[in-house]
């Protein structure tokens, strides 16, 4: 168990390049028809976390689909349950952190 802390924003470690941030309290669960999706973030890969819970079902950030290395990408992102004590899938908004490495 370990975790890292960044500070929001673009950086570079060796020849690397990522950008670290929070988006907004948008991201519903895998049930609901909303898309959610954060514009603009460009690069090869991610890493994502719920940031915070603001209901009473818990969950994890998912990616919901590809994240395409080019100007027009966007991380498209749900919020998944486990299915033990609700199993409809569906999720209030919630905000997520993200680690885009170029």
Known sequence: MGYLVIEAGDHIVG???FTAGVGPRI???MGDSHTSVYHGLTGSYAV?????M?????????LNGNLAPDANS????KI????KCDND????R???SYIIIQ
């Open 27 to 29: 991201v519903k669960g």
């Open 80 to 83: 998944d349950e486990g299915g």
């Open 94 to 96: 919630e905000r997520v």
């Open 74 to 77: 966007d991380l498209n992102l």
């Open 89 to 92: 899938r569906q999720h209030n």
């Open 15 to 17: 020849s690397v390049g």
């Open 54 to 62: 603001y209901s009473k079902d818990g969950g994890w950030a998912v």
């Open 48 to 52: 994502v976390t719920q940031t915070g």
